[in-house]
């Protein structure tokens, strides 16, 4: 079973993640922001993250480049309310970016693809 860890400082989203992601099969752990990103990852051993860029005490794109110095081949899922953010040059590093919805098809579907890319072989 495939662990997704969810960084977004709002309660009503990781809920929301964390319920259909479990309804999916997925184990899912949440983090409320990025603060101690690497150790959180290290103990948690997620297989991909999905990471809100615009949080109140942490920027995520600056998150991204915390995961991405330590851990380069983790896949990382840019989620953000804002398109604008797709064009931003620190958002490459991501596996993929989905905007923000209540419908969370886009969401699995790039979740499912992440991880299918990631399994060596």
């Known amino acids: 079973m495939a662990k997704v860890l969810i960084v977004d400082d709002e309660k009503h989203i990781r809920?929301?993640?964390?319920?259909?992601?479990?309804?999916?099969?997925?184990?899912?752990?949440?983090?409320?922001?990025?603060?101690?990103?690497?150790?959180?990852?290290?103990?948690?051993?997620?297989?991909?993250?999905?990471?809100?860029?615009?949080?109140?005490?942490?920027?995520?794109?600056?998150?991204?480049?915390?995961?991405?110095?330590t851990f380069y081949n983790l896949p990382v899922i840019l989620c953000s309310a804002y398109g604008s953010y797709k064009v931003d040059v620190k958002s490459i590093a991501a596996d993929a970016y989905v905007v923000k919805s209540s419908d969370l098809t886009e969401l699995k579907n790039k979740i499912a693809q992440v991880l299918e890319a990631s399994v060596p072989g």
């Open 15 to 69: 809920l929301l993640y964390s319920e259909e992601l479990k309804e999916e099969g997925y184990d899912v752990a949440v983090a409320a922001d990025g603060a101690d990103i690497l150790e959180r990852i290290t103990r948690e051993k997620p297989d991909v993250i999905v990471l809100d860029i615009k949080m109140v005490s942490t920027n995520g794109l600056d998150v991204l480049q915390e995961i991405r110095n």
